[in-house]
Every structure is written in C-alpha cells, then in structure tokens.
C-alpha cells in the first residue's frame, strides 16, 4: 500500500501518542543513554496546539499510523504539552522561520520515506502562508534526514529539563 496523509485530528491523539512513545524509546537506541531517552520524553511530545491551528500531519499505511509531524507559525521551537517554556506567539513570515514541530516515525516504518513526507508536507504548506524560511530542533536520530532534506545545523544544545541532558540541534532551511 501507499503512504496518505491528512491533518490530525484531536480524535486522532492516543495513535499519535503511541506512535510517539515507540518512536522515542526505539529510534534514540544507539544515539542516546536509557537516562537519556527517560529524560527525553519531558521535552518531546505532543503540542495539541499544532492540532488545533491545523498544521499537524497523521501519515498511514492501510488504515496504520506510519509517522506524524508538523510545523507551526507558532515560537515554540520544540517539545509538548507538558514540556516547560512554550510560547504561543505568532511568528512574521517576513521576517522569521516557521517551525517543523513534532515529527514522529512508526518504528515499523522507519527508512520508508515517511520522514521526507512528513517534511515535504510542511515546507509546501509553510510557504503557503508567506514564510521563507524553516527551524527545527533535531534529536540525534534524526539529523542525518534533515541534513539530507537541505537542513543545516544552527546550533547544539543540551536540554536537561527532564534530567539527563538530552543533546540536541537547531537546524534551518531556506524555501524558495
């Protein structure tokens, strides 16, 4: 079967966090410590807002959760619900960089192009609405796709909100 794609829905929010939950106990393996990846599911997760502004994407298989992702015109740079820090507030296309937020593979569909959708999805619909430019904060899994997707490292950080400190990149991409 082909990959689909639609926009989240809230009823779509216990597939979408399971699907997270796999992805960070599975896919940090070989990145990252067990305390490491504890830690990691403070500042990763699901922001609900990005359901509700319209911008989060569901990807399946035959009726499965492959991944999830999206992007946002939001200041939040990264991390969920939960996650400390968050701001809500609406970014200027002319002058700032959208986010990708929130990207998710199945482990069960990890390398099979879910990845590069779920980012194609987000450049076209950002630069829709006027923004030029895009961010991201990477975990170590998923550098190397950025990197491949055009996406250059900005900065490396340690996040340790939620103990251990979670190594992390801020990246950026130019859409023309």
């Known amino acids: 079967m082909a990959l689909t794609h639609r926009i989240a829905t809230a009823s779509d929010i216990p597939a979408l966090e399971a699907v997270m939950d796999a992805a960070i106990g599975e896919l940090q393996r070989g990145f990252l410590t067990q305390d490491q990846i504890a830690s990691s599911r403070m500042i990763m997760g ?9 911008t989060y994407f569901v990807v399946e298989e035959d009726g499965q959760v492959a991944g999830c992702g999206g992007w946002s015109r939001r200041a939040t740079l990264y991390g969920g619900d939960h996650t400390p820090g968050r701001d809500a507030a609406l970014l200027d296309p002319a002058t700032e960089a959208a986010r ?3 990207m998710y593979t199945n482990p069960a569909f990890a390398r099979r192009g879910v990845g590069r959708l779920i980012l194609q999805l987000c450049e076209d619909a950002a630069r829709a609405e006027g923004f030029r430019r895009l961010e991201l904060m990477a975990t170590l899994s998923g ?5 491949a997707m055009g996406y250059e490292p900005i900065e490396a950080i340690e996040d ?8 992390l990149v801020r990246m950026g991409k130019t859409i023309p």
């Open 46 to 54: 699901l922001d609900r807002q990005l359901i509700a502004d319209g």
């Open 143 to 147: 550098q190397p796709l950025y990197v």
């Open 160 to 167: 340790a909100r939620g103990g251990a400190a979670v190594p």
């Open 100 to 102: 990708v937020r929130a």
